[in-house]
């Protein structure tokens, strides 16, 4: 019978690194299994090559390619979250003092969100936010007044079954936080309770029903950039 | 010169579009945790195809392989500052998210729910989907892992698969197959030291199975 430093038996766990590596031990066995494994000079040297092996795995899968707009919708969440101070292609593309144009939902203008604010006269300053609606023909704007905000959507496609669409606020580089707002209708207007002070963007995704998540399950359908 | 030619990025250079092909997954995980989006998309334009076949082939339906693979990279994306070098390549780290996610999707599907999806696989397969260009290089990849998997014995073959394609633990696959837990352990481990051995005789025309960029 073999030992380990400690003590242990090696013969108990012989076997245990391959189940380890595929994930195939059970509940405890898995914790029973690693405390053996930092003293374990065999199981050590079975590790690498096994995870090795494992790791090759994937690549057997039948090849199939991912559909062009899964990219579209992971990138459009990764840049809406990406720092502000971030290099965009267009900052070192364009010059410094051309316009910023309006988003359309083409699957172009979707990966970098852009917001036309409109300050409006009056003693409380309204400011209007266009925002990048990934679904054709829809659209959506913030409308900001004081402390008080509201999402106007139009044309919006009705969430997949079973899930509803909520609101989140992104702050710096910080997860985006839920801000308490769930709708269906695809057209109508809804409040966004909290303080905006510091958002950065605000970003609607599908969640499941009845009511929503802790964070973003899915990539957004509606970004709202505030800064 | 107009003012576009004066602006000039911090990645001057190799922060090019182009010099960011040239760049391993570590150093672009670097920069995207310099907030550098375009340096994350190439790591999505690098590893999507993988992801997204190894999501297909767990889950069996484009729907829940197209939600995996989207939070996988949003997790990457969202934990790219704790990426650990040490601890592995940025792809092994991607798939790793992958496969939990598939699996515990597959596992949380009901029996009906999992033949359903096989069904829907196979016809999938039977599709025979156009390959663009930027697939064909993970074509071959597959093509050399299926081989040295299809030169396994039936018996440790198949206790791999069970267990990392269909998320069984080596109980489950004893059950399934009648088997002793210890023999089942066994072949395990027979099966991932010769896979160990014969990729690595094949390294060279397998070498995006390890891509070490």
Not at chain 1, 130 to 144: C, D, N, T
Not at chain 2, 64 to 90: H, I, K, N
Not at chain 2, 195 to 212: F, M, N, Y
């Amino acid at each position: 019978m073999s030992t380990t430093k400690n003590g242990d038996d090696h013969e108990r766990f012989d076997g245990d690194v391959a189940a380890y590596v595929l994930d195939a031990l059970e509940g405890t066995e898995v914790r029973q299994f690693e405390e053996h494994l930092e003293h374990c000079d065999q199981c050590q040297s079975e590790l690498a090559p096994m995870r090795a092996a494992v790791e090759g795995l994937p690549a057997g899968a039948p090849v199939r390619g991912a559909p062009p707009d899964l990219k579209d919708r992971v990138m459009a969440a990764v840049r809406a979250e990406a720092p502000r101070q971030a290099p965009k292609k267009q900052a070192r593309h364009w010059p410094i003092a051309r316009p910023r144009l309006v988003a359309s939902a083409t699957a172009a203008a979707a990966a970098v969100a852009v917001a036309i604010v409109l300050v409006l006269g009056g003693g409380n300053s309204t400011r209007i936010y266009e925002g990048v609606v990934h679904a054709p023909g829809a659209s959506a704007s913030l409308r900001q007044s004081g402390s008080s905000a509201e999402l106007r959507v139009s044309r919006v496609p009705p969430p997949p079954q079973g899930r509803i669409y909520e609101v989140w606020l992104k702050r710096g580089a910080r997860a985006p936080q839920p801000a308490g707002t769930l709708f269906a209708n695809g057209t109508g207007t809804v409040s966004v309770p909290g303080n905006l002070s510091g958002v950065q963007a605000m970003l609607v995704t599908s969640e499941p029903r009845p009511n929503g998540s802790r964070t973003p399950t899915r990539a957004p359908i509606i970004v709202v950039r505030l800064s | 010169m107009s003012p576009a030619l004066r602006i000039r990025s911090p990645r001057t250079g190799s922060g090019s579009p182009a010099g960011l092909h040239r760049r391993s997954d570590r150093e672009l995980l670097a920069l995207a945790c310099e907030g550098d989006a375009d340096a994350f998309e190439l790591i999505y334009d690098r590893h999507s195809t993988v992801a997204y076949s190894l999501a297909h082939r767990i889950c069996g339906r484009r729907g829940l392989a197209e939600d995996v693979v989207q939070e996988a990279f949003l997790s990457l994306w969202r934990r790219r500052d704790r990426y650990d070098a040490g601890r592995g390549e940025v792809r092994s780290w991607l798939l790793q998210i992958v496969h939990n996610s598939a699996i515990d999707k597959l596992r949380r599907s009901d029996v009906h729910e999992r033949r359903r999806a096989s069904a829907e696989g196979i016809e999938d397969e039977l599709e025979a989907p156009d390959r663009p260009d930027e697939e064909v290089e993970q074509h071959e990849q597959a093509t050399v892992v299926r081989r040295v998997l299809e030169a396994l014995p039936d018996e440790q073959r198949r206790v791999v698969e069970l267990a990392y394609f269909y998320g069984l633990s080596h109980r489950q696959i004893a059950e399934q197959l009648e088997q002793p837990v210890g023999t089942i352990k066994g072949r395990m481990r027979l099966a991932l030291l010769k896979l160990h051995g014969q990729l690595t005789a094949a390294q060279d025309p397998v070498a995006g199975v390890k891509v070490r960029r």
